[in-house]
């Protein structure tokens, strides 16, 4: 029972370039959700996808895109990174409802 | 617009003082109230949900309650392993069936 699996765990990037952050559940879960954690604030929504070829932005998408070809990977794609992307990235999961959702560990990002 | 507030930002007891952490809400149609823990290095855990004014659910040492406005999380009797911070999320209506975050309140318990 993996659940939620995120990776890399860490990674640090330069200005400027680019990365794919990974996620990918066992659970058949239709939502899928990728987050933001900054210190002091609650996690930001970043996108969201309600089943296999549907994305949706959340509430701070700039910078950012996701795929979501299959139900169980939902990658989330940096372009250019800039500095103000230096965060703790989580992806999350869930049937649907009023269920809550799962969490994956985290990428923990810096870019220098 | 949909809010989450969360206090205190932190919290620290000695082994055994009860306590409560609070999260106040101002969302519209809010479709449940869910309770985290979220340990150092970690993502969050799924500890309660709460549907309806005057709901409890209650877990070891944890006790959660919900209010047309607020919910509180009491803690009876705690032991150092329940140090973490606690985020509570609401579940809203118009907001594509998304969740709304509070910051957390991260407690400390010392032996």
């Known amino acids: 029972n993996a659940g939620v699996t995120q990776t890399p765990k860490f990674r640090i990037l330069k200005i400027g370039q680019s990365m794919t952050l990974q996620c990918t559940q066992d659970?058949?879960?239709?939502?899928m959700y990728w987050y933001r954690q900054d210190p002091g604030m609650g996690l930001k929504l970043i996108y969201y996808?309600?089943?296999?070829?549907?994305?949706d932005k959340g509430e701070v998408p700039n910078g950012y895109n996701v795929s979501r070809s299959t139900t169980e990977d939902f990658p989330l794609r940096l372009e250019l990174a800039a500095p103000s992307q230096t965060s703790v990235y989580f992806c999350a999961s869930r049937t649907g409802g009023n269920q809550p959702q799962h969490f994956g560990d985290g990428t923990r990002l810096s870019i220098l | 617009e949909d809010q989450v507030t969360q206090s205190p930002e932190a919290l620290r007891l000695q082994e055994g003082e009860s306590s409560s952490l609070n999260c106040s809400y101002t969302v519209s149609g809010l479709r449940g109230l869910f309770w985290y823990r979220q340990d150092p290095g970690k993502g969050p855990e799924f500890l309660f949900t709460l549907y309806s004014a005057g709901e409890e659910k209650e877990k070891e040492r944890l006790k959660a309650t919900l209010t047309k406005k607020e919910s509180f999380l009491h803690i009876t009797a705690p032991k150092p392993e329940d140090s973490a911070t606690y985020l509570c999320?609401?579940?809203?209506?118009?907001?594509?069936?998304?969740?709304?975050f509070g910051p957390g309140t991260r407690l400390s318990v010392l032996p």
């Open positions: 996808s309600v089943g296999a070829g549907i994305t």
């Open positions: 659970m058949n879960h239709n939502y």
């Open positions: 999320a609401a579940l809203v209506y118009n907001y594509g069936q998304n969740f709304v």
